[in-house]
């Protein structure tokens, strides 16, 4: 079976923006609701809350977000570029395959293309990260400046270079980078010595901050970021690794309604179906400490409208799967901290996460490649999912 190579692999990506579509008024439809949540709703969502599909079609769906007029947008890191270097598993391609859709009606509506992705094996990935704030979109690249290969074409070094690792605002048929997390972490862990295997940077995930500016983690640097609304970028806290030795990998996070900042991790290579936690950061203490333990493979997080908190599993058996990336979303009660496991058997390699202001929750469904075969006992993979196959799920 051909699997992700590391846990850097998956987060490794490229960034460059090109033809864009005004963020306006769009399609309506069955997923498309008002982002704003209730305040009197107590309910929980149940083991057995119903799956589903609300829009399909998605090339590498990754992250959520609602925008104006309720409407539900989604990254897409993309398909397989076609510039490629290497041989066999060693082969990497890049391109501009990346994209932001708008899937309200059920069916993908671009609303920025041409962004740049980054193949490895069966994975894609590029514009990952995705947040509306002050009435435009957001879009975190992954990757940094430093990570492009010389060897490419200049130009297509150029594009990379210019917004590899870059924090996109789209606004009215254009795009602007805003800042460059991956620019800084890089130089960060240059700094720091760290991790281990430094200087490397992959921005991954993105948060609106409640006053301006936003909140990001960094799954190379293993870093919780914020930027500031003159675009600078400032490093405030270093996650911690796993008991086991493996980095956190944060590929989530969210902003709590107590005001902290809760940060997730994928884990590194090999880690077990309970290495991955949930951090908090406290904004006013500046202090990190571990919230939640004993998840696998954290690949979203977030708050729901009662205030539960939620965490989708790319796989439930650790990073890397097993097999198949089987994965679930775990509810975890505000109230007593219970765990619910939502979508069980349900969900393929799921990704992000977003709250519905009715009690239920939103997910990328089918988030990466991953090719069926039958050579066992070495091979376990029972699926044949396409780059094309990626769908956004609601869960309750």
């Known amino acids: 079976m051909r699997r992700l190579k590391t846990s850097r692999t998956l987060a490794a990506g490229v960034a460059a923006a090109a033809a864009l ?47 104006p007029h309720g409407h539900l947008l989604v990254s897409e890191v993309g398909s397989a570029p076609q510039t490629c270097m290497g041989t066999g598993y060693d082969t990497t391609c890049y391109g501009f395959t990346g994209s932001v859709a708008d899937v309200s009606s059920g069916t993908p509506v671009r609303i920025a293309e041409g962004l740049a992705s980054n193949f490895n094996e069966e994975e894609v990935v590029g514009p990952n990260g995705l947040a509306f704030s002050d009435g ?33 605002k789209i606004s009215d048929g254009q795009v602007s980078e805003v800042a460059n997390p991956g620019a800084a972490d890089y130089q960060w862990t240059l700094e720091h010595k760290m991790p281990a295997d430094y200087p490397r940077a992959n921005p991954y995930a993105l948060v609106a901050k409640p006053h301006g500016g936003f909140y990001l983690v960094d799954a190379g640097s293993n870093t919780l ?14 996650v911690p690794g796993t008991s086991a030795g493996h980095d956190a990998v944060p590929t989530c996070v969210a902003v709590g309604p107590d005001g902290g900042v809760y940060v997730g ?15 908090r950061y406290s904004p006013k203490s500046h202090r990190m400490t571990l919230w939640q333990s004993g998840f696998s493979a954290i690949n979203g997080c977030g708050f729901g409208a009662n205030g539960d908190f939620y965490v989708t599993e790319l796989d439930t058996t650790g990073f890397l799967p097993t097999g198949d990336p089987d994965g679930v979303v775990i509810q975890i009660n505000h109230h007593d901290n219970s765990r619910t496991v939502l979508g069980e058997g349900k969900l393929f390699a799921p990704a992000g996460f977003l709250a519905g202001p009715d009690g239920s929750i939103y997910v990328a469904n089918k988030t990466m490649m991953w090719p069926a075969c039958t050579d066992a006992p070495a091979c376990t993979s029972s699926s044949d999912v396409t780059a094309s196959d990626g769908e956004i799920v609601k869960i309750g």
Do not use: C, F, M
């Open 21 to 67: 579509v005004g963020l306006g008024a769009g399609p309506s439809g069955q997923a498309a609701e008002a982002a704003t949540p209730s305040p009197n709703l107590t309910s929980h969502l149940t083991s057995d809350a119903p799956v589903t599909i609300v829009a399909s079609g998605l090339n590498s769906p990754r992250s959520l977000a609602w925008g």
């Open 136 to 168: 435009s979109a957001y879009v975190l690249e992954t990757g940094s400046p430093e990570s492009v290969p010389s060897s490419l074409p200049e130009d297509l070094q150029a594009p990379l270079k210019k917004q590899y690792g870059g924090l996109l």
């Open 225 to 238: 970021d914020e930027v500031d609304r003159d675009g600078n970028v400032r490093v405030l806290a270093y």
């Open 265 to 279: 991790g994928i884990t590194g290579h090999d880690s077990s179906a309970t290495d991955a936690s949930v951090y």
